[in-house]
C-alpha cells in the first residue's frame, strides 16, 4: 500500500486502504506491519514535531519539507553528505549521531497562492511549534 500510494501515509489512511483490497482488517494490525517494515528497513516513519506519524515507502537519504497550513509534507534532496554533529556548533564532545535529519517548515506554494492564513489546521493537528499562541486581550 505505500507503494502504491507514493507521500507520506497517516496510519487511518493505510488502514483504509488496506481494507479497500483486503476487507478487514485491524488498526493494530497496521501498526504492527508498519513497524515490522520500517525495523526491517522497508519503511520509514516521518514524524513532523508534534504532528501524527506517517509512513512512507521511500527509505534513501533525503529530508523533507513541511506546510504549516495544510500539513503537506514533500521529499526533498539534500546534499549527498548531510551535516554531522561535528559540523554543528554546541555538539557535546563524545556525542556520537546516528541519524541526521533536516525539516523545512513553511507554507507550500499553493497555500500562498489560495492566500490561506497562518495556522489553517485544526490545532490539534498542529504541530507544536506551529500552533497559535494564545494571548490575553484583557
Same mark, same amino acid.
Given at each position: 500500500?505505500?507503494?502504491?500510494?507514493?507521500?507520506?501515509?497517516? %496510519?487511518?489512511?493505510?488502514?483504509?486502504?488496506?481494507?479497500?483490497?483486503? #476487507?478487514?482488517?485491524?488498526?493494530?494490525?497496521?501498526?504492527?506491519?508498519?513497524?515490522?517494515?520500517?525495523?526491517?528497513?522497508?519503511?520509514?516513519? %516521518?514524524?513532523?514535531?508534534?504532528?501524527?506519524?506517517?509512513?512512507?515507502?521511500?527509505?534513501?537519504?533525503?529530508?523533507?519539507?513541511?506546510?504549516?497550513?495544510? #500539513?503537506?509534507?514533500?521529499?526533498?534532496?539534500?546534499?549527498?553528505?548531510?551535516?554531522?554533529?561535528?559540523?554543528?556548533?554546541?555538539?557535546?564532545?563524545?556525542?556520537?549521531?546516528?541519524?541526521?535529519?533536516?525539516?523545512?517548515? #513553511?507554507?507550500?506554494?499553493?497555500? %500562498?497562492?489560495? #492566500?490561506?492564513?497562518?495556522?489553517?489546521?485544526?490545532?490539534?493537528?498542529?504541530?507544536?511549534?506551529?500552533?497559535?499562541?494564545?494571548?490575553?486581550?484583557?
Amino acid at each position: 500500500t505505500l507503494r502504491d500510494q507514493p507521500g507520506h501515509r497517516r %496510519v487511518d489512511e493505510v488502514v483504509e486502504a488496506v481494507r479497500g483490497r483486503l #476487507g478487514r482488517v485491524s488498526t493494530q494490525a497496521v501498526y504492527d506491519v508498519l513497524g515490522a517494515l520500517e525495523a526491517a528497513g522497508l519503511a520509514r516513519r %516521518v514524524q513532523p514535531a508534534g504532528g501524527a506519524a506517517r509512513f512512507e515507502a521511500r527509505t534513501t537519504d533525503h529530508h523533507h519539507v513541511v506546510c504549516r497550513e495544510c #500539513g503537506a509534507i514533500t521529499d526533498v534532496d539534500g546534499p549527498r553528505r548531510p551535516p554531522t554533529a561535528a559540523d554543528l556548533s554546541g555538539v557535546p564532545d563524545g556525542f556520537v549521531a546516528d541519524h541526521v535529519e533536516l525539516t523545512l517548515w #513553511g507554507r507550500c506554494a499553493t497555500c %500562498v497562492a489560495a #492566500g490561506e492564513t497562518p495556522h489553517a489546521l485544526p490545532a490539534n493537528e498542529l504541530p507544536t511549534n506551529a500552533r497559535p499562541r494564545s494571548t490575553n486581550h484583557e
